[in-house]
């Protein structure tokens, strides 16, 4: 097996690249995979915004993706996807439609127009150059956590948001990782203080080892109440999956924002999660595809907090305050 890098790139056959434009305090984050992969997702949040996820609908006839694409931008950056078209159009890539050729490249948005970033781009939005920015720096191995792509503006209730990652091996050998943009309404952190909701599931103090705090203060910690916000991530596995199961394997997954967010799925979150499978490795029975469903959400809630954790404040005035601001943690590479 490949070295464990504790990321979504631990799945064989997975690359990740990401764009990041601090001064406009937003960026793109891609998913591309070797070969078509069995995909899937379910949006749970009130706010969403997407491009080509009703075609992972288990009903709907295309079975399989070329990519995906996590974006800041709300609506302006659904134009990230167009530019990871093109670039895998121009390597060959997509859905063949008599002489078309059609690169399937599902996308989620997060909201960050107003963390103090420059938006004024002028007529055009910048997502699609930086769509094709992030698939150019597409590879396997490790990538940048934090402040970087789809988690560049991201913000929370308490502290910056980020883009987050973590990955697992199931008691069968198939492996299973997620990759998250924090942008939630609420708090990935509990009160005031530096612990994570989803200390309990931490691996070799990958978020800082702090545990769980003496007193729980679950009070509500919202970053507004009249702006959008939106989590948006994937989980990947190696382990055949049919698109039924894909999408039971997002449903899984958002229970790990359940366990890492409080709250979340709000009316004006538009939390998204994709779940993809590189088919390589057979799977067939219930019971390890229930322990998969059981990791998706494991993953999920770790890379959350990582994504916290790993963030840094935008270079800009008023920019919200990152984990390590406030509370000087040590920094785990």
């Given at each position: 097996?490949?070295?464990?890098?504790?990321?979504?790139?631990?799945?064989?056959?997975?690359?990740?690249?990401?764009?990041?434009?601090?001064?406009?305090?937003?960026?793109?984050?891609?998913?591309?995979?070797?070969?078509?992969?069995?995909?899937?997702?379910?949006?749970?949040?009130?706010?969403?915004?997407?491009?080509?996820?009703?075609?992972?609908?288990?009903?709907?006839?295309?079975?399989?993706?070329?990519?995906?694409?996590?974006?800041?931008?709300?609506?302006?950056?659904?134009?990230?996807?167009?530019?990871?078209?093109?670039?895998?159009?121009?390597?060959?890539?997509?859905?063949?439609?008599?002489?078309?050729?059609?690169?399937?490249?599902?996308?989620?948005?997060?909201?960050?127009?107003?963390?103090?970033g420059n938006k004024d781009w002028g007529l055009h939005s910048p997502y699609r150059d930086l769509g094709?920015?992030?698939?150019?720096?597409?590879?396997?191995?490790?990538?940048?956590?934090?402040?970087?792509?789809?988690?560049?503006?991201?913000?929370t209730a308490t502290v910056k948001g980020g883009l987050g990652s973590a990955s697992a091996v199931s008691?069968?050998?198939?492996?299973?990782?997620?990759?998250?943009?924090?942008?939630?309404?609420?708090?990935?952190?509990?009160?005031?203080?530096?612990?994570?909701?989803?200390?309990?599931?931490?691996?070799?103090?990958?978020?800082?080892?702090?545990?769980?705090?003496?007193?729980?203060?679950?009070?509500?910690?919202?970053?507004?109440?009249?702006?959008?916000?939106?989590?948006?991530?994937?989980?990947?596995?190696?382990?055949?999956?049919?698109?039924?199961?894909?999408?039971?394997?997002?449903?899984?997954?958002?229970?790990?924002?359940?366990?890492?967010?409080?709250?979340?799925?709000?009316?004006?979150?538009?939390?998204?999660?994709?779940?993809?499978?590189?088919?390589?490795?057979?799977?067939?029975?219930?019971?390890?595809?229930?322990?998969?469903?059981?990791?998706?959400?494991?993953?999920?809630?770790?890379?959350?907090?990582?994504?916290?954790?790993?963030?840094?404040?935008?270079?800009?005035?008023?920019?919200?305050?990152?984990?390590?601001?406030?509370?000087?943690?040590?920094?785990?590479?």
């Amino acid at each position: 097996m490949a070295d464990h890098l504790n990321l979504l790139t631990d799945v064989e056959g997975v690359a990740v690249g990401h764009s990041t434009d601090l001064a406009l305090g937003s960026g793109v984050t891609t998913i591309v995979f070797d070969e078509p992969a069995v995909a899937s997702c379910t949006v749970l949040g009130g706010a969403p915004g997407g491009r080509d996820t009703a075609l992972l609908d288990p009903a709907m006839t295309v079975g399989t993706v070329d990519g995906l694409v996590l974006s800041g931008g709300s609506a302006f950056g659904l134009d990230a996807a167009g530019g990871v078209q093109a670039g895998l159009r121009d390597i060959g890539r997509g859905l063949q439609v008599g002489s078309a050729l059609v690169p399937i490249v599902p996308q989620a948005i997060l909201f960050d127009l107003i963390n103090g970033g420059n938006k004024d781009w002028g007529l055009h939005s910048p997502y699609r150059d930086l769509g094709y920015a992030a698939f150019k720096a597409t590879a396997k191995g490790p990538f940048a956590l934090g402040s970087v792509g789809a988690g560049t503006g991201a913000t929370t209730a308490t502290v910056k948001g980020g883009l987050g990652s973590a990955s697992a091996v199931s008691s069968k050998g198939y492996r299973i990782a997620a990759i998250v943009a924090v942008n939630a309404l609420g708090s990935a952190t509990i009160g005031d203080g530096p612990h994570f909701w989803a200390a309990p599931f931490e691996e070799s103090a990958e978020f800082g080892g702090l545990g769980m705090p003496e007193n729980i203060d679950s009070r509500l910690r919202l970053k507004g109440t009249n702006i959008t916000a939106t989590t948006i991530g994937a989980v990947v596995t190696d382990a055949q999956l049919t698109k039924a199961e894909a999408h039971r394997l997002s449903i899984s997954a958002h229970d790990g924002f359940a366990r890492a967010l409080l709250p979340t799925h709000l009316p004006l979150d538009g939390d998204t999660v994709f779940a993809a499978s590189t088919g390589k490795h057979a799977r067939d029975d219930m019971p390890s595809f229930m322990e998969l469903c059981h990791l998706a959400a494991i993953v999920m809630a770790r890379a959350i907090a990582r994504g916290v954790y790993e963030a840094t404040a935008l270079p800009v005035e008023g920019a919200q305050p990152a984990w390590r601001d406030r509370f000087a943690g040590p920094r785990t590479l």
